[in-house]
């Protein structure tokens, strides 16, 4: 039993409110429910926006080494609160707090990275009598959905986005995993001035109300396609900006000339860090014909040697699935793939018990066309698949809607590159996976999004562009 008595509030205008409904927040590990949280009303929303609008007009006219200022003070909160944040993290996520811990101390990492950059003034034309420069500008007030799979490296990257370059915000956590960010807010509410962060929690509705609200100027929202395509058709009606970070079913390319045991144990996270609740998890592992048994072999055992339970517990590696629908979406995905006949080498079979477990489950060459291998199972369910040749593998990889990651593994650096520009993916990654940095542009092509975040191209998002011209004469 792990209740936490603490009364969660949001943040609106520098305060913390509470409301009349609430809703519970689950462990996942054991189903408990351990907090309740605000359920916010239009009337809540329409505070936090109002305010995000006044506060927007100093904080927008603060120099850029004054919000940084702000930022790095944000940053350093955060750091000092690291482990009671970590803890609340697991209790809400699943995942392990030496993980947890990760999470919160890369958002920390990130926001004083990504606070240091600055927006460039540029001189397109310089003439006697003419000139042109080129500025960006801030667009108002940012509203900002966040998913349950990295509910604070994902808040943080965008909040510190959205202020560097001038924006107020406005920031929804996931229904499933609201406390973290609560908290954040409530720790940090007296760094800004009050409305220029602004923490609402609520059921999916207020996602929408956010979408469509008129006094809102940006969505930077994350989560899965089919959600991303209602945001981008609500946002529509007042025409605001959009960044859309969705849902992926990454491809890994196990080249022939690669060595099974070496690489195993990085492939293996790649598909199951997070218990594969990752947007840029290994979805599909395609190993060459030559060394798919050997590869096969050492990925079982290895994966063998991992613990899964509760995240409290230090001697786990890997937590629950998030929450009880997803659990009941990658069950099913279990069982459709179970009664298709296709062998399941290691897993597979979900225990009678509190939490929502799923141990890790490793399915042995299904049909491409099957549902293990088309759909973004996000869960631990990873089929691995034979091709035979390097034609063959990047159109089968090339073939899905999506096109978030993908990673290549080999010796041959050349042909490995030569295969990774040819993945339709808006990063791939080569003998490792996963791997991101604040000064790398991330995003999704196809359907897995629009735009990009991290990096100064990310930070553009959060602003227009603006060209002044000058007749000198
Ligand atoms: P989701 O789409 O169900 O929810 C995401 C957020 O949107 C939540 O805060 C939710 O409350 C809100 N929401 C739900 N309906 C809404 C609506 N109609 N309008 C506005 N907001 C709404 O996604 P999820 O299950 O929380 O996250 C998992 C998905 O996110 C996976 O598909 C994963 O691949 C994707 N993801 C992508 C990235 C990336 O950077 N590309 C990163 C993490 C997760």
């Known amino acids: 039993m792990s209740t936490i008595t603490k009364d969660f509030r949001m943040t609106i205008n520098g305060k913390l409110v509470s409301t009349e409904d609430k809703s519970p927040v689950i462990n996942p590990a054991d189903e408990e429910v351990i907090a309740q949280v605000p359920i916010a009303t239009k009337a809540d929303l329409d505070h936090a926006v109002t305010s995000a609008n006044r506060a927007y007009r100093k904080w927008s006219m603060l120099s850029v080494n004054e919000r940084e200022e702000k930022l790095v003070a944000f940053a350093e909160a955060l750091h000092q609160h690291r482990e009671e944040l970590a803890k609340l993290f697991t209790l809400e996520m699943g995942r392990p707090l030496k993980l947890a811990l990760v999470e919160i101390d890369g958002a920390v990492a990130t926001c004083k990275a990504l606070s240091k950059k600055r927006l460039p003034r540029e001189i397109v034309e310089e003439k006697e009598d003419h000139y042109i420069e080129r500025t960006y500008t801030p667009l108002g007030v940012a509203g900002l959905i966040i998913p349950w799979n990295f509910p604070v490296s994902i808040a943080i990257r965008k909040i510190t986005s959205a202020l560097i370059a001038g924006n107020t915000v406005v920031a929804k956590p996931s229904p499933f995993t609201p406390l973290t960010l609560l908290r954040i807010g409530e720790i940090t509410k007296d760094i800004f001035l009050p409305g220029v962060l602004n923490v609402v929690t609520g059921e999916n509705e207020l996602g929408q109300w956010m979408t469509s609200h008129p006094d809102i100027h940006k969505i930077s929202f994350t989560g899965s396609t089919a959600t991303g395509k209602k945001v981008m058709q609500s946002a529509s009606l007042h025409l605001k900006r959009v960044t859309l970070e969705l849902g992926g079913n990454d491809a890994a390319i196990v080249m022939e000339d690669a060595n099974p045991k070496e690489i195993v144990e990085t492939i293996f996270w790649a598909a199951f860090r997070n218990t594969a609740q990752v947007c840029v998890a290994t979805k599909r592992l395609y ?187």
């Open 287 to 473: 190993v060459h014909e030559k060394i798919y048994d050997e590869f096969l072999t050492e990925l079982v055992r290895f994966s063998k040697t991992i613990k899964i339970g509760n995240g409290l517990n230090p001697e786990n590696d890997l937590g629950p699935i998030q929450n009880k629908m997803q659990f009941e979406k990658v069950k099913e995905l279990i069982q459709v793939t179970k009664q298709s006949g296709v062998k399941i080498v290691l897993g597979g079979e979900i225990e009678d018990k509190p939490g929502y477990f799923i141990p890790v489950t490793i399915v042995d060459n299904p049909p491409e066309d099957s549902r293990v291998v088309v759909d973004e199972a996000f869960g631990p369910v990873l089929p691995v698949l034979k091709y035979s040749s390097y034609e063959e593998v990047i159109e089968r990889a090339n073939h899905t809607n999506y096109g978030l990651g993908g990673s290549v593994w080999g010796k041959d650096l050349e042909l490995a590159k030569s295969i990774a520009e040819r993945l339709d993916t808006g990063t791939v990654w080569i003998n490792e996976a996963q791997v991101l940095s604040p000064d790398a542009p991330f995003g999704g092509h196809k359907e897995s999004g629009m735009g990009v975040e991290s990096s100064l191209d990310g930070i553009k998002e959060y602003t227009n562009s603006k060209t002044i011209m000058i007749r000198k004469k």
